[in-house]
């Protein structure tokens, strides 16, 4: 089990389910070195752990995820400033190992909202699978209304999830969007009351956790390259992962659990 180091980052495994959460909820729960660090390492971990089926990602109080903590970005120390291109490569990695990973995720990934979800926070929610909001909930991209541009991939995530026309108008206005409103665009998969937030999105997580997790890889997959290659070519691609699914001891059960008329029991194999 990955070990936090910070109380700004909690995880609790459940179930087979992992349920990572932002703690900064005096700063709704604003992205620092400490969180962002143990985010990376607690990744990392799931990604390879046997013991996790699905993850849950969300935030502690009333926010999901701020973003980057502005009131850090005045900068104040006597240190001088690394060059462009350290910087850079240690924004890359922490980039590609927080939202990065979460995309490349073959195990099902969920961010429950219990409000706010803006810059940062908008692109690591993007990046799950699925979004369950509370009905408070809210979001926006951010960057504009403090002079920046975007980062984690909130563009290319944006895009895909709601297509490029409202990718540009809600990157350039900065538009609050409210839970409803989000719902209809597909940014929100489900929403719910405030107080059946954590309850909902668990139970989504466990009854995934406990599914057929080689299916799902493949299932990634296939939608993964959903807007990179022709239809013949996903025809090609979904048939030979339909085959080696096929030889899976999770087909072979469900097969015999449809014929008995009984739940069928993944192993993951």
Known sequence: MFESDSSELLC?????VLTITFNRPEARNALSTPLTKN??????????????????????????????????MSGGSSKPAPSLESQFQEMRARHHETAGVLRRMRKPTIAALPGAAAGAGLAIALAC????GARSAFVATG?????????????????????????REYMLTNERIAAA???????????????????????????????PQVAFGYIKD????????????????????????????????????????????????
């Open 12 to 16: 609790e495994l459940r179930d087979r």
């Open 39 to 72: 985010l990376r390492g607690a990744l990392a971990w799931a990604a390879s752990a046997n013991e996790v089926g699905a993850i849950v990602v969300t935030g502690a109080g009333k926010a999901f995820c701020a973003g980057g903590d502005v009131k850090r």
């Open 129 to 132: 699978d699925m979004r369950v």
């Open 143 to 167: 960057y504009a209304g403090i002079g920046l541009s975007g980062d984690y991939g909130v563009a290319w995530l944006l895009t895909r999830t709601i297509g490029p026309a409202k990718a």
């Open 181 to 211: 409103k989000a719902e209809a665009l597909g940014l929100f998969n489900r929403v719910v009351e405030d107080s059946e937030l954590q309850v909902a999105a668990f139970e989504l997580a466990k009854g995934l956790a406990n599914g």
């Open 222 to 269: 296939n939608l993964d390259e959903a807007f990179e290659i022709d239809h013949a070519s996903a025809i090609d691609r979904e048939a030979d992962r339909l085959l080696k699914a096929r030889t899976t001891t999770d087909h072979k059960e469900a097969v015999r659990a449809f014929s008995e008329k009984r739940k069928p029991t993944f192993t993951g194999e």
